[in-house]
T-cell receptor, first 116, second 115 residues
Framework: DAGVIQSPRHEVTEMGQEVTLRCKPISGHDYLFWYRQTMMRGLELLIYFNNNVPIDDSGMPEDRFSAKMPNASFSTLKIQPSEPRDSAVYFCASSLARVWGSNEQFFGPGTRLTVL | GNSVTQMEGPVTLSEEAFLTINCTYT??????LFWYVQYPGEGLQLLLKATKADDKGSNKGFEATYRKETTSFHLEKGSVQVSDSAVYFCALGVGGSSNTGKLIFGQGTTLQVKP
């Protein structure tokens, strides 16, 4: 399996522009997570989906952020308009639900976003 | 509620030194416990896990034992290498009927190993 795929790996944009980050989870996984990592705040869970349905978006910082999962193999995280404080590494992860035992998550390589 | 507390870093060691990174947790239900490692410029990857009390997870010379009596899952390695320099995250997931699918992560501990 190719693992979790994220694109782009790096994104540099100007304040006010729309940014779209993309994620392809591992085939067969039914959970998908979006995280943000910064030096100041560490690793933060933004939103997660189960079977393409958003379960908890309480970590989404504000209305400028939105996420969708139109099908089991694709998700997007959109920031509109972007601001310099959105600069961070954004990770996507996926996992397979288990009745008992571990919820091991598999992480993608991340998208490093820089908003100028 | 569920939470994970890790020792603060950075932890700086000389090569071949013994490593311990402390992790304690609070949880309802029957948690599974994980250690993830993040090398510079990369995503998190699973280092080891334990799914029930007294289980020992091990990988690449790292070990951690699930201690229910002390609610701990400390990471250890007998002899660290420069290549072990990374950020280490302790995490828990609650299974069974309380399974939300989420993992609760600690704040991460940076390890620096000097030659």
């Amino acid at each position: 399996d190719a693992g979790v795929i994220q694109s782009p790996r790096h994104e540099v944009t100007e304040m006010g522009q729309e940014v779209t980050l993309r994620c392809k989870p591992i085939s067969g996984h039914d959970y998908l997570f979006w995280y943000r990592q910064t030096m100041m705040r560490g690793l933060e869970l933004l939103i997660y989906f189960n079977n393409n349905v958003p379960i908890d978006d309480s970590g989404m910082p504000e209305d400028r952020f939105s996420a969708k999962m139109p099908n089991a193999s694709f998700s997007t995280l959109k920031i509109q308009p972007s601001e310099p404080r959105d600069s961070a590494v954004y990770f996507c992860a996926s996992s397979l639900a288990r009745v008992w035992g571990s919820n091991e998550q598999f992480f993608g390589p991340g998208t490093r976003l820089t908003v100028l | 509620g569920n939470s994970v507390t890790q020792m603060e870093g950075p932890v700086t060691l000389s090569e071949e030194a013994f490593l311990t990174i402390n992790c304690t947790y609070t949880a309802t239900g029957y948690p599974s416990l994980f250690w993830y490692v993040q090398y510079p410029g990369e995503g998190l990857q699973l280092l080891l896990k334990a799914t029930k009390a007294d289980d020992k997870g091990s990988n690449k010379g790292f070990e951690a034992t699930y201690r229910k009596e002390t609610t701990s899952f400390h990471l250890e390695k007998g002899s660290v290498q420069v290549s072990d320099s990374a950020v280490y995250f302790c995490a828990l997931g609650v299974g069974g009927s309380s399974n939300t699918g989420k993992l609760i992560f600690g704040q991460g501990t940076t390890l620096q190993v000097k030659p």
